[in-house]
């Protein structure tokens, strides 16, 4: 019985130190590999805010997080407008980084508007839509497909699917959710876009007033 007892401890104790050895490399693994991946999500954002602004050089000048109340789900709607000149100083627009819920789970653009307001680009940064079906909403609304919203402008525009008679927008195929998300997402961003400029153009007139007191 003792040596039974012995057994069962040493058995324990074996787990215990497996658990902590295996703990202790997988923290360690994640330590290591946190860096590069981070590096390169930093990439593939930098690249993105190129891609969706026209392409050409640019810098970014400013980064705005724009957090708004809850949705219907009880989750927090956050944006991050990422302000860009050209390489002559010259405004050339904001990205907007965007996440509605699609047919598979989230679904992130990045969206670039230019001074007016007309989208000059998009990207898509997260997907968990159906490959071969949602996934196709990283062409199908570019300015060769079927569904485009280049140029297009959402306060002018009817941003949404053809289908019902909601908007102008073909849907992607056999994917009217992941599309009609996708449209969701462009127009929160231009919405976000909205509300920052009208902040800014109250805190603005607010500085002028006490500057003219």
Do not use: C
């Amino acid at each position: 019985m003792k040596k039974l007892q012995s057994s069962l401890t040493n058995m324990v104790l074996v787990l215990v130190a497996s658990a902590l050895v295996m703990g202790g490399i997988l923290a360690l693994v994640n330590h290591i590999t946190e860096g590069p991946i981070n590096e390169q999500k930093e990439k593939s954002l930098a690249d993105g805010i190129k891609l969706v602004m026209g392409g050409g050089e640019l810098t970014v000048t400013a980064n705005d997080t724009i957090v708004k109340d809850v949705d219907k789900d009880g989750k927090e709607e956050t944006y991050i407008l990422h302000h860009a000149n050209d390489n002559k100083g010259q405004a050339l627009g904001v990205a907007v980084e965007s996440t509605t819920q699609g047919f598979g789970g989230d679904l992130k653009i990045l969206v670039g508007f230019n001074p007016d307001g007309d989208i000059l680009g998009y990207t898509i940064l997260e997907t968990t839509e159906t490959p071969g079906l949602g996934a196709k909403a990283d062409k199908w609304f570019q300015a060769d497909g079927k569904g485009s919203i280049i140029g297009k402008n959402p306060e002018k525009n009817k941003l949404a699917v053809t289908k019902g008679g909601e908007g102008e927008i073909d849907a992607i195929t056999a994917s009217t959710i992941t599309s009609r998300a996708f449209l969701k997402a462009v127009n929160q961003a231009y919405s976000a876009l909205k509300d920052k400029d009208k902040d800014t153009d109250a805190k603005t007139g607010a500085t002028q007033k006490v500057a003219n007191q």
